[in-house]
């Protein structure tokens, strides 16, 4: 396509799309930022985006209640997805999600209060090992992971800062990154399965907390 005929097309887009571009760029919306689908990979709605992938995608915000259901299509959770999101509370993954990532910031700071993560994902960070996924979610109080989790990696600053109190680490996951769970102060317990293939702790991945096995 020619960079005239890609202009015109974009130039199409904004007239198709003028009202809901307004309303993206002057709606609070419960202090969530908003995000789109498309068609299966859940992303922050930037400028940059919009041409290309809002008429692919939906806005989804969480309901009165601050939860939000995630399709059992969707296969990753992009970067900053609820990123600042102080009105989302619970997140509930449709059966049989096909959930495979969880990337940078994506719930970063948000109101999260516990979360049970699909057996299918086997990620928690993006490809250059950063996450900061759940970073400063300070109600974070319960993370579950599904009875036989594929979960490989826990990226760097994953959970710090959360209001964890105990978790359990699958025995899948092989690495757990730099300061994954440092500033967690009510984490008095991480339990490893039994058979863990734990080959790789980082740097401060852990405050003094009790460690387990299953």
């Known amino acids: 396509m020619s960079p005239q005929s890609q202009a015109a097309t974009k130039q199409d887009l904004v007239s198709e799309t003028s009202e809901s571009l307004w309303e993206f760029l002057s709606t609070p919306l419960l202090q969530n930022k908003r995000y789109a689908r498309s068609p299966n990979v859940l992303f922050v709605l930037t400028l940059l985006s919009f041409f290309y992938q809002v008429h692919a995608g939906c806005f989804i915000t ?3 209640s601050g939860h939000v259901l ?3 299509t ?3 959770i992009d970067r900053n997805a609820f990123d ?6 619970s997140v509930t993954f449709e059966s049989g999600s096909q959930l495979t990532s969880i990337g940078y910031a994506a719930f970063r700071e948000s109101g999260l209060t516990s979360i049970i993560i699909p057996a299918s994902v086997t990620s928690i960070s993006d490809k250059y090992e950063q996450s900061y996924a759940f970073q400063f979610c300070r109600s974070l109080r319960s993370v579950t992971f599904e009875s036989g989790s594929q979960l490989a990696s826990i990226g760097d600053y994953a ?3 959360t209001g964890l109190t105990s978790i359990i680490i ?6 757990i990154d730099n300061r994954a769970f ?3 102060e009510s984490l008095s317990s991480v339990i490893f399965e039994s058979g863990s293939q734990l080959a790789s702790i980082g740097i401060y991945a852990s405050a003094q907390i009790g460690v387990q096995a299953a």
Request: aromatic residues 8%.
């Open 182 to 184: 440092t500033g967690c």
């Open 74 to 76: 969707v296969t990753s």
């Open 170 to 175: 699958p025995a899948s996951v092989t690495s």
């Open 159 to 161: 959970f710090q800062y």
């Open 84 to 89: 600042g999101c102080s009105s989302l509370r």
């Open 70 to 72: 995630i399709p059992a």
């Open 62 to 64: 969480p309901d009165q």
